[in-house]
């Protein structure tokens, strides 16, 4: 059996040439935009939630990973960090009792609080549950910043700031913002390692 034409034109390199010209189609300033807000979130002493799906919803669980822990180690105080994706049976349980649509929504009503910040993460930027969660937070008086591919969807129009991954392939896109997410947390870690030296002074 032979191989078909889409498959033969297929090759490691080019994914990875791929991806790497898809990071630089990122926007640094609002990467940076990013940074500023997780900080000052983090200076108030507010909270800070994630939801995604899918791909992206691996995403949501491991940058809190990242944020909660390590931001802890390196900080002076805890940051309260949470991933909308990690309960399974609040999950499913807003969906089955209300919508799908409610996953994230139902749980962001009950645990966000005015000042707070949503990272939504979409590929698509159009998932229903994604938006939902971002509207919930809003009303509530949290921000959000959405992290999304393609064009950007409605969730880079709805979110309080948006960071795009301006390519048409969901692979990649989620493999972007795994970076993006990594960006997040080095540049917070250099903030706390400028503001511990500032302090020694």
């Not at 995604?52 to 990973?65: E, K, R």
């Not at 390196?74 to 919508?99: F, I, K, Q, V, Y």
């Not at 939504?120 to 509530?140: D, F, H, R």
Request: net charge negative; glycine share 8%.
């Amino acid at each position: 059996m032979q191989d078909d034409d889409t498959s033969a034109l297929w090759s490691i390199s080019g994914y990875f040439s791929t991806v790497q010209q898809a990071i630089g189609q990122v926007s640094e300033q609002s990467v940076n935009k990013a940074i500023d807000l997780l900080w000052q979130n983090y200076l108030d002493g507010r909270r800070v939630a994630f939801c995604g799906n899918g791909g992206s919803a691996s995403t949501a669980s491991h940058l809190p990973a990242d944020l909660q822990k390590n931001i802890l180690l390196h900080g002076d105080r805890p940051w309260e960090c949470l991933s909308l994706c990690d309960s399974m049976p609040l999950m499913t349980a807003w969906s089955n009792d209300t919508s799908y649509a409610n996953a994230f929504a139902g749980q962001a009503r009950v645990w966000m609080r005015p000042g707070d910040l949503l990272v939504a993460i979409s590929g698509s930027g159009n998932s229903p549950n994604i938006l939902a969660a971002v509207e919930t937070a809003q009303k509530i008086g949290a921000a959000a910043i959405g992290i999304s591919g393609f064009d950007g969807g409605r969730l880079a129009e709805l979110a309080d700031h948006s960071i795009v991954v301006p390519v048409h392939n969901m692979q990649v896109v989620e493999d972007v913002h795994m970076v993006i997410g990594h960006s997040l947390y080095l540049g917070l870690k250099d903030r706390l390692r400028h503001r511990k030296a500032e302090n020694a002074l």
